[in-house]
């Protein structure tokens, strides 16, 4: 049996970018997806412009996307502010971005299962990872890329897993041609915030995140957007103007944003299985993608090294994790703990609406700089 050089457990944009990186530096790699590709996913879909020059690296094209500058936020009571993102974005399905790397990954000869991975042992300084039907494969490194909230959380024995979670992720396309192209919108309503901007493909996508306890009183979403969501006057308009695409929305429940480790079983973490921001700051497919360059760069050093340091390279990964990422979830914790908050978000909105330069310093300190390649 061959043993890989790296076994990436999850094929989301964390797993797919450290494949691609990987195999492009010469070493052999195998990715562990659940569900096959192309497929719909529940997110936002608005991409930091932060990591389009890294992306481009690894040969993944993004010319069929949306180009997005501004940002209209508003409170409960549709009051808004709008202003220019510092660095912008890009506004493409998840659909379509996951393929895309995926086929990209393909033509580089990475290899792909489309299995569970239910169990990993590390022994002898060697990965045995084994899947749903009971067939084990062994590499020198493994990368948990495996997302949220996976059976792999269950397996780590991850305290998160213990705490109950009271998120809900709602997503679908809509026709709304008059959306305009370079927005993306965010806005409020009790116990939750929805977000809508433009795909490749003319679509507009309508994502939110609410908490049960605003939910639990509505029978299902249709109900809820009547009830909950349409009290802000955006979202409402939105809903009785738009055609919706897809035959029921997504649906993702127990979204939890607690603290996790980095390293796992001297497992590289990567994207949200390290650490999910809240999508408020739309940023967490660049930090997934950001977190898979890290660690794909230290396990090229290791792995070409005549002596490898498994110690250092974790060691390495931790520290480059938190400094990359750690201040950013901070204040992502800090400003949906605000936005849900509703006397205060209105206090808020008025003091930077008077100084939208206030606005642009948050949204910077979610965000990174565009990644050096
Ligand atoms: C409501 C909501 C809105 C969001 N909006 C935005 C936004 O607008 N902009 C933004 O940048 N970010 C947004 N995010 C965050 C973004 O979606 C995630 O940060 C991003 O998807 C992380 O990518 P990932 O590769 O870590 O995980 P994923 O994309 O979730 O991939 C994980 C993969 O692992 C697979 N998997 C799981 N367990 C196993 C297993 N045992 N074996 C094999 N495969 C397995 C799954 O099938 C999945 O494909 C949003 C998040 C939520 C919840």
């Given at each position: 049996m061959k043993t890989y050089d790296t076994i990436i457990i999850g094929g989301g944009l964390a797993g797919l970018t450290a494949a691609i990186h990987l195999t492009q530096n010469n070493h052999r790699v195998l990715v562990f997806e659940k569900q096959e590709y192309p497929h719909h996913k529940v997110c936002g879909e608005y991409v930091s412009n932060e990591i389009v020059p890294y992306l481009n690296t690894l040969g993944i094209s993004l010319s069929d996307a949306v180009a997005i500058d501004t940002l209209q936020f508003s409170t409960v009571q549709g009051n808004t502010i709008t202003t220019k993102l510092p660095l912008g974005g890009i506004g493409i399905s998840r659909y379509a971005l996951d393929f895309s790397l995926y086929t990209r990954a393909l033509k580089l000869d990475v290899t792909f299962i489309f299995e569970g991975v239910n169990s990993v042992d590390f022994t002898n300084n060697i990965f045995h990872v084994k899947t749903d039907s009971g067939r084990v494969f062994t590499s020198k490194t493994t990368i948990g890329a495996f997302g949220k909230?996976?059976?792999?959380?269950?397996?780590?024995?991850?305290?998160?897993?213990?705490?109950?979670?009271?998120?809900?992720?709602?997503?679908?396309?809509?026709?709304?041609?008059?959306?305009?192209?370079?927005?993306?919108?965010?806005?409020?309503?009790?116990g939750g915030y929805g977000g809508l901007s433009k795909t490749e493909t003319g679509a507009v996508n309508f994502c939110y995140l609410t908490n049960y306890k605003s939910f639990k009183d509505s029978k299902g979403i249709t109900n809820f957007n009547a009830r909950v969501v349409s009290e802000n006057p955006f979202l409402r308009s939105f809903l009785e103007d738009a055609i919706p695409i897809f035959d029921q929305p997504l649906s993702i429940a127990q979204i939890s944003f607690e603290k996790k480790e980095a390293v796992e079983n001297h497992m590289l973490m990567c994207g949200d299985s390290a650490g999910l921001i809240h999508p408020l700051c739309g940023n967490g497919m660049a930090m997934a993608i950001h977190s898979a360059k890290i660690a794909s760069e230290l396990l090229?050093?290791?792995?070409?090294?005549?002596?490898?340091?498994?110690?250092?390279?974790?060691?390495?990964?931790k520290n480059k994790w938190n400094k990359a990422f750690k201040h950013r979830l901070w204040i992502g914790r800090k400003l949906q703990w605000l936005l849900l908050h509703n006397n205060l978000s209105n206090i808020a909105m008025k003091i930077v609406a008077k100084s939208p330069k206030l606005l642009q310093l948050l949204i910077k300190q979610t965000h990174g700089k565009p990644i050096v390649c």
């Open positions: 909230r996976s059976n792999m959380d269950k397996h780590l024995n991850r305290s998160f897993m213990n705490k109950k979670s009271s998120w809900l992720g709602v997503k679908a396309h809509y026709q709304l041609p008059d959306f305009p192209e370079h927005l993306v919108a965010l806005h409020n309503f009790k090229v050093v290791y792995l070409n090294s005549p002596t490898p340091n498994r110690k250092l390279l974790e060691v390495d990964y």
